[in-house]
């Protein structure tokens, strides 16, 4: 069940303003999916009484449920890849959500314009936050979920511009956990759409 955790508190540009940018409705998301009860997102009621307790604990506030939807949450959750991880979580538990990660790469491989002769031994850290992962036969499924508008057909270009992400996300979670990843996936919530990288 959904409990407030110790010592959250919601980012100081979701407290008191109107309107909500594009950025802001995609954190929202993000923080909704990040505290569901896995265990009871079968059905619109169930989704809408986890969305109703956040409010009551003051996790979200009405104004910034408006950038919820919860047909586009069960519509994830009916999906391949959403009865993949539910599967996962009711067998094995393992799915983890919300991550932070560092990794240090070359800064060539950030930047390929950098001469190699002047950067080539220069590291970069690169951190965020991974949105999820789960186990599944011993291997790791990647899953990180956009909230951009997609403009019809415009897929290919949004798994482009991701692509790089996911890579070091698979790196990061090599040296984490010891294991491979697998398979790793965009979900677009504004279509529906499953893009495996």
Known sequence: SICKPEGIRKPQFLQEK????????????HFVMRHLDLTKVSSREEIKEQLKRMIELELITEEELKAVSVKRIIAFFNSSLGKRLLKAYETTGKVYREIPFFIEVPATTVNPELPEEVYGEEMIRVQGIIDCYFEEEGELVLLDYKT??????????IAERYKTQLDYYCQSLLRLTGKEVKEKYLYLFFNGAILKL
């Open 148 to 157: 951009d508008y997609v403009e019809e057909g415009g897929e290919e270009k």
């Open 18 to 29: 109107k309107g909500l940018s594009a950025a802001e409705r995609g954190t929202i998301v």
